[in-house]
């Protein structure tokens, strides 16, 4: 079992950044790859981006490609997104989640997931 948990949601304002973490636990997590999702109110979960299990490949969904980066640090065994240049549309629940390689873009490829963090983009 691995166990996720993320954090560093909040509220900010368009142009804004945040930074979220995703804290994993269990099973060797350096052994997955690792993905972020978010989920906006009416709407299905969407693919973010991804990282590979020892980083060195990347994904990202073509609406966040140069204002978010995906990076892990295996030693403390969580999964960073740096947000940048936000705007209101980016707002929803984002989740990190986990699964054995190859690394995917698709939410039911993954095994493991988090809570959840609420990101809202003012305007």
């Known amino acids: 079992q691995v166990q996720l948990v993320e954090s560093g949601g909040g509220l900010v304002q368009a142009g804004g950044s945040l930074r979220l973490s995703c804290a994993a636990s269990?099973?060797?997590?350096?052994?997955?790859?690792m993905g972020w999702f978010r989920q906006a109110p009416g709407k299905e979960r969407e693919f973010v981006s991804a990282i590979s299990p020892r980083g060195l490949s990347t994904s990202y969904a073509d609406s966040v490609k140069g204002r978010f980066t995906i990076s892990r640090d295996n030693a403390k065994n969580t999964v960073y997104l740096e947000m940048n240049s936000l705007t209101p549309e980016d707002t929803a629940v984002y989740y990190c989640a986990a699964k054995p390689l190859p690394l995917t873009i698709h939410p039911n490829d993954y095994n493991y997931w988090g809570q959840g963090t609420q990101v809202t983009v003012s305007s």
């Open positions: 269990g099973r060797t997590v350096s052994a997955y790859a």
